[in-house]
């Protein structure tokens, strides 16, 4: 065979080649690798969600200032046993520029005294999403503002996290809102807007604040230099007058620092004095908090937050509280003094933490000692002011699929007239289940 031949046959090799690279290969070779794009498309419909079991022994502090409240008529008691089975149910459709989303959730709590059951709507929300970067909301939904934590004190439109466990689902309100986000070049990468609109009616969100008022608010996002800030504000409505500043930013791949920032104008506060007296006046109430997250080579990772809770009360106000408890239902307390320990309880001297200023910290470590699916973990929440705390110690499983099991203790301590020794229950232990599908 000639040179020149042999050359002419792999030029020909060589076009077959490119022609096939290019989708130009023979029919009969084409629908060797034909298939329905219909039957890889995404279904328009989307469902997640769980059950749980949760065994829980309670050690009660029956002479605590906060037990009457918590246990009204019940007789003192040093032990509580609770078990309680619950789920969550979520799901989606999407149909063209529209998104229909929510979630539901149920509980049923027995202990040796009653029996309840819960259920509620936490999200409904129909989304239309006429453009990229822009959607418009409307039905009951959670905002999610804020970049702390355990504390938010810049989510003016959504109810608090449980500090003891923030990760916890919560219920939204019902409100309607927008998003609009624009991508930039330059140091100033991204500028986002979320205006909100929250109407209180008797029958409408009745547990926001004050009813008969349409609440509005703004957030206005702004990714400057790597970093993710967000300017908010919320008119004065059903509460007062809010505006605040958090901001995000990661330092290489371990570390990231997070603040939030927020002045209440205009705030009804309230001072307890000597024999119960209440003396109410108006100021502006600033809370601000300062984090950071670091993950450490060993994947261990540490959460610590600093809260300012300008709202709050400081010891003295707590114990001179608790104090006004003790004898409201003593042997000595009425009724007309039992009415008004209720009244201030209620205005959130007896909310999850009342306190003035508090530290958290987080140490969890993924897989120690090579243990798969193993992450142990430890949580301190402080009252800086009176010195009490809480410790948390956790063991979470994950080596069965879809299966996580949880085992944690929840332990208070403090003095007398102490936020966490006044805590109706001293110690929780906790046993969860929870199956994901």
């Not at 959460?303 to 300008?310: D, H, L, S, T």
């Amino acid at each position: 065979m000639s040179g020149r031949l042999r050359l002419h046959r792999r030029l020909r090799a060589a076009a077959a080649l490119v022609a096939a690279a290019a989708g130009v290969a023979p029919a009969a070779q084409a629908a060797d690798y034909s298939f329905d794009l219909s039957e890889i498309a995404p279904s328009p419909w989307q469902a997640s969600g769980f059950v749980e079991a949760k065994a829980e022994s309670f050690r009660l502090r029956s002479d605590a200032a906060l037990y009457p409240l918590t246990f009204a008529g019940a007789t003192p008691r040093r032990t509580l046993d609770r078990g309680t089975a619950s789920f969550e149910l979520a799901g989606r459709y999407k149909q063209g520029i529209f998104t229909a989303q929510g979630r539901i959730t149920g509980t049923s709590a027995t202990d040796s005294d009653v029996t309840n059951s819960t259920g509620a709507v936490l999200e409904a929300v129909l989304r239309a999403s006429p453009a990229e970067g822009l959607s418009f909301d409307v039905g009951k939904q959670v905002q999610r503002w804020g970049k702390g934590y355990a504390w938010s004190p810049v989510a003016f439109f959504e109810r608090p996290k449980d500090p003891n466990d923030p990760q916890l689902s919560r219920e939204g309100y019902v409100m309607v809102s927008a998003d609009a986000v624009k991508s930039l070049s330059g140091t100033l990468a991204a500028v986002g807007f979320t205006p909100v609109v929250l109407p209180v009616s008797s029958d409408l969100n009745r547990d926001f604040g004050m009813r008969g008022h349409t609440n509005v608010g703004a957030k206005l996002y702004l990714l400057w230099d790597d970093t993710d800030i967000d300017l908010l504000w919320a008119a004065r409505g059903s509460r007062p007058e809010r505006v605040g500043l958090d901001f995000s930013r990661n330092f290489g791949n371990q570390l990231e620092v997070h603040g939030e920032w927020a002045r209440t104008l205009g705030a009804t506060l309230r001072d307890l004095g000597a024999g119960g007296s209440v003396t109410t006046h108006t100021g502006n109430a600033d809370s601000w908090l300062l984090g950071a997250r670091y993950l450490t080579e060993n994947e261990i990772t540490f959460i610590a937050e600093f809260y300012r809770n300008g709202g709050g009360q400081d010891d003295g106000q707590l114990a001179s509280f608790y104090g006004l408890l003790d004898s409201a239902f003593g042997p000595a307390g009425t009724q007309a003094l039992q009415a008004q320990v209720r009244s201030l309880a209620q205005s959130g001297y007896a909310r999850t933490n009342p306190g003035r200023h508090y530290a958290y910290l987080r140490v969890a470590v993924k897989d120690p000692f090579d243990w798969l699916y193993l992450t142990p973990a430890l949580t301190t929440i402080v009252n800086l002011d009176d010195h009490s705390f809480q410790v948390t110690p956790e063991v979470l499983y994950t080596g069965w699929q879809n299966v996580e099991l949880r085992a944690r203790a929840i332990v208070l301590k403090g003095r007398n007239g102490s936020e966490f020794g006044e805590k109706p229950a001293a110690r929780r232990l906790e046993l969860a289940l929870k199956l994901y599908f």
